[in-house]
Each structure stands twice: as C-alpha cells, then as structure tokens.
C-alpha cells in the first residue's frame, strides 16, 4: 500500500469520526437531560454514546492529523 494512500484513508477515517463525535455528545447529552420512560436500549445507547464521544473525537483530531502529516512528507519527499 503507498504512503500516500495510508494517509489519506487516516484523514478521511478522522473526517469521519470528528462530527460523529459531536452527533454522540449531542445524543448523549439531550438523554441526560430527557424526561419520560424511554426503552433500556435507547438508555443504553445514549449512556455508550455520552462515555465514547471523548475517545472519538480525540482520535478523530489524531486520525485527521497523521493523514495531513504523512501527505504534506509524501508531497515534501517530491519536490
């Protein structure tokens, strides 16, 4: 697999994972505030969502910075 190719796939898996992030915070956090009897499963998928949206928005930001670190070297090793 070409270097050039690895990153881009790093950049758009962190493009990806940035507004999921903030979709799981949103999620999370409006079921925190929510009022009235809700299924187990929609409870549970909102507390998963509230304690993962850290994680993946950190590797969202680690993600998107490797694949523009790796193709600003692919570009600088051409000239």
Do not use: H, Q
């Amino acid at each position: 697999m070409k270097l050039r190719s690895i990153g881009k796939y790093f950049f758009l898996c962190g493009v990806v994972m940035f507004p999921l992030s903030v979709i799981m915070f949103l999620i999370g956090a409006g079921m925190f505030t929510a009022r009235g009897n809700f299924s187990p499963i929609v409870r549970s998928l909102a507390e998963f969502c509230f304690i993962f949206w850290l994680p993946f928005f950190a590797l969202g930001i680690i993600f998107s910075l490797t694949g523009m670190i790796i193709y600003f070297i692919k570009n600088k090793s051409k000239d």
